[in-house]
C-alpha cells in the first residue's frame, strides 16, 4: 500500500490583504526572481498546467533543481516550495497577485506545477506629482507639466505589468530629461496593490531639478585639426536651452564626417551648476586617407569597377578630397572633388573636374568639364545651385563629328517628406531644376532646360505600399544641336521605362539614338512583402524622348513583375519587363530609394 509524503503536496491558497510597496522594491526582485534553466547538468522537466499566455513564461524561468526526483524527502519538499514561491513572484511581475499554485513530484516523478492565476490586477489611479522648476508658477510650465501627465503611458483600466510600470516610469522621465531638465530624477514609486479587488494604485514622484543653459563648446581629442572645423559644424549658441535632441544632433554630424572615427557631445548635469554648463566634445579622429575598391552590376551599365580616393585634410584646412575612376560597359569616368566645411548658414561648398567616355545606342561621346556648387540641406529642403563649364566631343555612327562647349548654371530645389529615406513606406518627394546656356557666356547654344519630378508612397494593408511617379523635363531652344548630350533627355532602363534598354528611348539620328528637347515618363507599382525581406512587385511605366512635344501622345509602354529585397542599402529590385513597342523582355535590375 502506497503512502504519500505530508510534504509532497504544497497549496498556496488566495490570500486578500493590502500590500504596499515602494516602486524600486516591487515585489522583491520581480524580475530576476530566477536563473534561465541551465543547458548542462542533469534536471528534470516540468509539466506546468497553466493559461497559454504565462506557459511559456514558466517554462523559461522556473528551475526544479538538478536531480530533484531522486533527493531524499526533505530536500524535495524544498525543491517544490522554491518552485512554488518562483511562481507566485513570475505571476506577479505580470499582475496576477492572488493565484492559486499547486506542486506536485514524488519522488522519482517528475515535478508538476498547476495553476490557476487568479484575476489580473489593473491600474486604478494614477498620480503624478512634481518637484523642482517645473513646479513653478507659468504658463510654459503649466503646458509642459499637461503634456506630461497626457503622456503617461500606463492609465486607468490597463493591466498591470512590472514592465509596463518601469517602462511608464523611465519614458515620463526621459521625456523631462529630454529638454531643459538635464538632472531630472524620479524622487519616489509606489504600487500600492490591493489583492482583494485585484487593483494597483501607481504613485510617482518626479524632481525636475533646475532648468539648464549652455555654455560654449570644450573640444577634447584634437590633434590634426583645428578647432575652428568643430565651430563650423555646431549650431549650438552660448545661452540656449539646454536640449538633449540639439546635443544629438550635434554628434550626429560631426560622427558622419570623415574627420572622426568617433564623438561624444554631452553635459555637466551637476544640479548645483545649471547655467551656461559648457558643452563637452569628445572626439577620437579618423584616418586621413582611404583607398578603396568596389565592384558590381546593374542592368543599365553592365559590370563596374571602381576605385576611389579620399583625404579629409587637404591643405592642413579640413578641405576634403573625394576622387575616383570608374569601367564599365558603356565607358569609364575619373573625377575629383573639394568638399569644404560648412559655413555659418548651413552652405556646404564644392568644386571639382571631371572627364568622361560613353559608347550608347550608337552614340560615343567624350566630355571634360570643371564646375562648382553651393548646396544646403534645411529639414526636408535641399538647395543646390551649380555653376560647369563642359567641352564635348560627339560622334554618331553614319554621321559627322562634332564639338560643344557649354558653361551652364543651374538651380535645384527638392523637398522629401518620407517616413524612412532609405526604405520609404509612406510620404512624397518633389524635386525640379532650372538652368540654361547663354552664347553669350562661353557657350555654343542659348538654352533653358527644366526639369520635373514627384514621387509618392502609399501603405496598403498591413505590409504593402502603392508607388507613383512622374518626370517631366523640357527644353526651351531652336534645336538640340550645340547642347551637350548630358543635358538632354533620354529614356529607357531602370528607373525610367522598363522594357526598353538603358536610354535606348530618344530621337533618331543616323544610326543612333540621341537625346531629344522634350521627356516625359510615369511609373506605378505595387508591392507585396510575403515577410519582413522579400516581396513581389508588379508595375506599369510609360514614357518617351523627343524632339517633338506632338510626338510624347504615343509614349512607350513597360510593364512587367518583379522581386524585392530589402538589403542594408535598401530595397534592391529584379524585374521582368516587357516593352510594347519593342515586344521583348528584359530583365532590370536596380535600387529602390527616394531620389
Not at 272 to 281: E, I, K, L, Q, T
Not at 317 to 343: E, Y
Not at 481 to 503: N, W
Amino acid at each position: 500500500m502506497r503512502v504519500e509524503s505530508p510534504f509532497a503536496r504544497i497549496i498556496e491558497s488566495p490570500v486578500v490583504q493590502s500590500i504596499r510597496m515602494g516602486g524600486a522594491a516591487l515585489l522583491v526582485c520581480l524580475l530576476c526572481v530566477a536563473p534561465a534553466r541551465a543547458q548542462t547538468g542533469t534536471r528534470l522537466a516540468l509539466d506546468i498546467e497553466a493559461p497559454a499566455e504565462l506557459r511559456a513564461l514558466l517554462d523559461r524561468h522556473l528551475d526544479p533543481g538538478a536531480s530533484a526526483g531522486e533527493a531524499d524527502a526533505a530536500e524535495r519538499v524544498r525543491l517544490l516550495r522554491s518552485l512554488r514561491k518562483q511562481s507566485a513572484d513570475l505571476l506577479a511581475t505580470e499582475g496576477y497577485f492572488t493565484p492559486v499554485i499547486e506542486v506536485t513530484g514524488d519522488k522519482g516523478e517528475r515535478p508538476r506545477v498547476k495553476i490557476d492565476p487568479g484575476p489580473r490586477a489593473t491600474v486604478r489611479s494614477v498620480e503624478l506629482s512634481f518637484a523642482g522648476d517645473i513646479s513653478q508658477a507659468g504658463e510654459a510650465r503649466a503646458a509642459r507639466l499637461a503634456g506630461l501627465r497626457a503622456a503617461w503611458p500606463l492609465g486607468e483600466g490597463q493591466p498591470f505589468r512590472q514592465q509596463a510600470w518601469d517602462a511608464a516610469k523611465q519614458a515620463l522621465l526621459q521625456r523631462l530629461l529630454a529638454e531643459d531638465y538635464a538632472a531630472a530624477r524620479i524622487d519616489d514609486s509606489r504600487a500600492e496593490v490591493d489583492p482583494a479587488s485585484a487593483a494597483v494604485a501607481l504613485r510617482v514622484v518626479y524632481d525636475s531639478g533646475p532648468a539648464f543653459t549652455l555654455g560654449a563648446l570644450e573640444v577634447q581629442g584634437l590633434e590634426r585639426y583645428d578647432r575652428a572645423l568643430i565651430d563650423r559644424y555646431s549650431k549650438l549658441k552660448p545661452g540656449e536651452r539646454y536640449n538633449q535632441e540639439r546635443l544629438l544632433e550635434l554628434q550626429r554630424t560631426l560622427q558622419n564626417t570623415p574627420y572622426f572615427s568617433s564623438v561624444l557631445v554631452d553635459i555637466d548635469n551637476d544640479p548645483a551648476n545649471p547655467s551656461a554648463v559648457p558643452v563637452r566634445v569628445r572626439v577620437a579622429e579618423a584616418r586621413r586617407m582611404r583607398l578603396s575598391f568596389s565592384g558590381g552590376y546593374s542592368s543599365n551599365n553592365g559590370p563596374r569597377a571602381e576605385v576611389s580616393y579620399r583625404h579629409a585634410n587637404i591643405l592642413d584646412r579640413g578641405w576634403q578630397l573625394s576622387s575616383g575612376f570608374r569601367v564599365d560597359r558603356l565607358g569609364h569616368l575619373g573625377f575629383a572633388d573639394i568638399h569644404l566645411p560648412p559655413t555659418g548658414k548651413d552652405y556646404r561648398d564644392s568644386f571639382g573636374v571631371l572627364s568622361e567616355t560613353s559608347d550608347n545606342q550608337g552614340l560615343k561621346t567624350s566630355r571634360n568639364g570643371i564646375g562648382a556648387v553651393r548646396s544646403r540641406t534645411r529639414g526636408k529642403i535641399e538647395t543646390r545651385l551649380s555653376l560647369n563649364f563642359e567641352r564635348e566631343k560627339r560622334s554618331v555612327d553614319g554621321g559627322e563629328d562634332t564639338r560643344i562647349d557649354a558653361l551652364v548654371l543651374n538651380y535645384a530645389w527638392t523637398w522629401r517628406d518620407v517616413d524612412n529615406p532609405v526604405d520609404p513606406r509612406r510620404g512624397r518627394v518633389f524635386h525640379a531644376q532650372l538652368g540654361g546656356a547663354s552664347k553669350l557666356l562661353a557657350s555654343d547654344q542659348n538654352f533653358l532646360r527644366g526639369l520635373v519630378r514627384a514621387q509618392k508612397y502609399w501603405p496598403v494593408f498591413e505590409r504593402d505600399m502603392l508607388t507613383a511617379r512622374a518626370e517631366l523635363g523640357w527644353i526651351g531652344a531652336r534645336s538640340r544641336a550645340g547642347i551637350p548630350e548630358g543635358y538632354l533627355f533620354r529614356a529607357g532602363g531602370a528607373q525610367s521605362v522598363r522594357g526598353y534598354s538603358y536610354q535606348g528611348l530618344g530621337v533618331r539620328e543616323n544610326d543612333a539614338i540621341v537625346g531629344g528637347r522634350y521627356m516625359t515618363a510615369a511609373s506605378l507599382e505595387y508591392v507585396r512583402w510575403f515577410s519582413a525581406d522579400w516581396g513581389g512587385a508588379a508595375f506599369f511605366d510609360v514614357g518617351d524622348a523627343t524632339d517633338k512635344l506632338g510626338d510624347l501622345s504615343n509614349p512607350a509602354r513597360g510593364l512587367g513583375i518583379g522581386a524585392r529585397w530589402r538589403s542594408p542599402a535598401g530595397p534592391l529590385a529584379f524585374d521582368l519587363a516587357y516593352g510594347q513597342r519593342e515586344r521583348k523582355l528584359r530583365p532590370v535590375f536596380s535600387i529602390a530609394i527616394a531620389f
